[in-house]
């Protein structure tokens, strides 16, 4: 199986900064694209940045672009949120996600979640 491992997450006052960290781990053959999502309390789950793994393409939420920066390591099976600017909005727990395809014939990937990392700001 897969499993994802997540850290970085705190308090952080208006205006500070954090980095999150995901590294998948397990039986991965290769990967699509990994990406950050986050749920607010009350609210849905919400795409907030993704990197494909080939190409490194990526795509935000309008709500940080600016702020937020994804990045990836290939070779770690990793990938990163720094967030810059950090407003109480801001407040959820994040949780990373991950596309794979698990065997080296797969046609289709599996998705696999993080267990979540609260992120909150606030002075």
């Known amino acids: 199986q897969v499993q994802l491992l997540e850290s970085g997450g705190g308090l952080v006052q208006p205006g500070g900064s954090l980095r999150l960290s995901c590294a998948a781990s397990?039986?991965?053959?290769?990967?699509?694209?990994m990406g950050w999502y986050r749920q607010a309390a009350g609210k849905e789950r919400e795409l907030v940045a993704s990197?494909?793994?080939?190409?490194?393409?990526?795509k935000y939420a309008d709500s940080v672009k600016g702020r937020f920066t994804i990045s990836r390591d290939n070779a770690k099976n990793a990938v990163y949120l720094q967030m810059n600017s950090l407003k109480p909005e801001d407040t959820a727990v994040y949780y990373c996600?991950?596309?794979?395809?698990?065997?080296?014939?797969?046609?289709?990937?599996?998705?696999?979640w993080g267990q979540g990392t609260q992120v909150t700001v606030s002075s």
């Open positions: 990197i494909v793994t080939s190409g490194g393409r990526s």
């Open positions: 397990g039986s991965i053959f290769s990967m699509n694209a």
């Open positions: 996600n991950a596309q794979i395809f698990t065997k080296w014939y797969s046609t289709t990937y599996n998705e696999y």
